[in-house]
């Protein structure tokens, strides 16, 4: 059977045990879980015309697979997260490798043992390299914070220049502030080792046929109905205890009756709240796409571009997706801030002590309803990738479907 489509106006809201906003891998991973270990009936509300939330891909008009939200890599060391995802899709090996273009030469990202000789030649690279396994041991990661403390002229030499030519410019387009949580910069760890992956995880790979197939295969249940181009604040009556602005939430209505079952909610917080405290603060991206009339237009599927350019990166499909093609689609990111929740996407959390307590204040309100599971990198306020909400995602179901 294919995903079971139904508009919002003929629901009959009694016919379903469990609500679930949003059809990203937070949302759709419950839904499929409580409707096929719990035997219960799952309405999605989706306020995009599509299924899939941000790992969303489709064919454009030159027939190549793209990334509609931004380019998506599997990777995780979650044997149970790989297990349960390829219950629905084959995934196709797929080792992600990212170049920076340092003025016009392409240096491994991660800084790797590779890039240290590209940027200071073999002999002096080869004085650094001693150090830095004597100082962090051979095949070590370290993050670009740790480096930065270190009292060795030459450690912090090379430190001042990779944080310079790999971090500032980047981080700075990106979040528009070099001042970000340690946890972001982490991320990108440099490398003791000419280890050359994007990524450090035993699993990584792409869906054989795409995002958007996956999901399709999962929502695939007769338990499941999906509702798309629905907003949460359009069907949910918020019910509070009091009139006082910070009253928890005492039920939510839908189509007139308090609805008891389950709720699943992946969409902003905030946004859930008409933004009574203020709205949280997010980066937005703006996608610019070029399909050019070529086999290939740059070495590996993303460059970043660390020290010129407005946008952060650029990638270039085919080589995600394992397609083959005369033409070829590339994709360059411009980060901006998130100031128009009509028609902009909330991508990334802006994580720091302020913003967690603003979060907090929303998160407050839902915490006297025991029905009601903020759940995922929206409605968690968190910078996560899919893996871990796919993991998050099965531990909820386990959860509601033990009580
Ligand atoms: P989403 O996928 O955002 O899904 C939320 C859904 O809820 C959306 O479909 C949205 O339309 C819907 N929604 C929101 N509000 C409402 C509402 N009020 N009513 C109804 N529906 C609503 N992770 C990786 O592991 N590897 C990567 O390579 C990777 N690349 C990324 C690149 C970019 C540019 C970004 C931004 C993220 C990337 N991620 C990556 C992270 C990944 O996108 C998230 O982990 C994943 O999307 C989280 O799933 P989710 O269901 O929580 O959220
Ligand atoms: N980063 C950087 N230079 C790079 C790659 C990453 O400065 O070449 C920093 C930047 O602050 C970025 C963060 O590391 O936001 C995390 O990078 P990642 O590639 O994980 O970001 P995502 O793919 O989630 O956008």
């Not at 508009?7 to 991973?29: K, L, M, P, Q, R």
């Not at 792409?206 to 181009?229: D, R, W």
């Not at 928890?248 to 946004?271: A, H, M, Q, W």
């Not at 571009?305 to 407005?310: G, I, K, L, N, R």
């Amino acid at each position: 059977m294919g995903v079971v489509y139904a508009d919002f106006t003929d629901i009959n809201i009694s016919d379903f045990d469990a609500v679930v906003v949003g059809c990203g891998f937070a949302g759709a991973v419950c839904a499929q879980q409580l409707a096929e270990r719990g035997n219960k009936r799952v309405l999605i509300i989706e306020k995009r015309a599509q299924i899939a939330g941000n790992m969303y891909d489709e064919y454009d008009e030159a027939g190549i697979l793209v990334h509609k939200y931004g380019p998506h890599i599997f990777h995780t060391n979650n044997q149970r997260v790989f297990n349960y995802l390829r219950l629905f899709s084959g995934f196709l090996g797929y080792r992600h490798k990212v170049l920076s273009n340092w003025y016009g030469t392409y240096i491994p990202v991660p800084f790797n043992m590779t890039s240290l000789e590209m940027c200071f030649g073999e002999e002096r690279a080869a004085q650094l390299e001693e150090k830095l396994v004597e100082k962090f041991g051979a095949g070590s990661r370290v993050t670009i914070n740790e480096l930065r403390q270190q009292e060795d002229p030459d450690l912090a030499e090379l430190a001042d220049f990779v944080y310079k030519n790999v971090f500032v410019y980047y981080t700075q387009k990106q979040w528009g502030t070099t001042e970000v949580d340690p946890s972001v910069t982490a991320r990108v760890p440099v490398l003791i080792s000419y280890e050359d992956g994007y990524f450090q995880d035993k699993y990584q790979g792409m869906p054989a046929f795409g995002y958007t197939k996956l999901f399709e295969e999962m929502l695939s249940h007769e338990n499941i109905t999906v509702c798309l181009n629905t907003e949460a604040e359009s069907v949910f009556d918020l019910r509070f205890s009091s009139m006082e602005e910070d009253a928890p939430l005492s039920s939510i209505y839908i189509k007139g009756k308090p609805f008891e079952g389950p709720i699943i909610y992946t969409g902003p917080l905030d946004e859930m709240f008409l933004s009574r405290f203020g709205r949280l603060p997010y980066r937005t991206l703006r996608f610019e796409y070029e399909t050019l009339d070529q086999e290939r237009f740059q070495p590996c599927g993303t460059v970043n571009y660390t020290v010129t350019e407005d946008y952060t990166r650029i990638t270039e499909f085919k080589y995600l997706t394992g397609q083959k093609s005369d033409k070829t689609t590339i994709m360059r990111e411009y980060s901006l801030a998130y100031e128009d929740p009509q028609n902009q996407i909330p991508y990334y959390a802006i994580i720091n002590e302020e913003n967690e307590a603003h979060y907090n204040r929303y998160l407050k309100l839902t915490e006297s309803l025991p029905n009601f599971f903020p759940l995922g990198r929206l409605a968690e306020y968190r910078y996560y990738n899919m893996d871990v909400i796919v993991e998050r995602a099965l531990d909820l179901s386990d959860k509601i479907l033990s009580e």
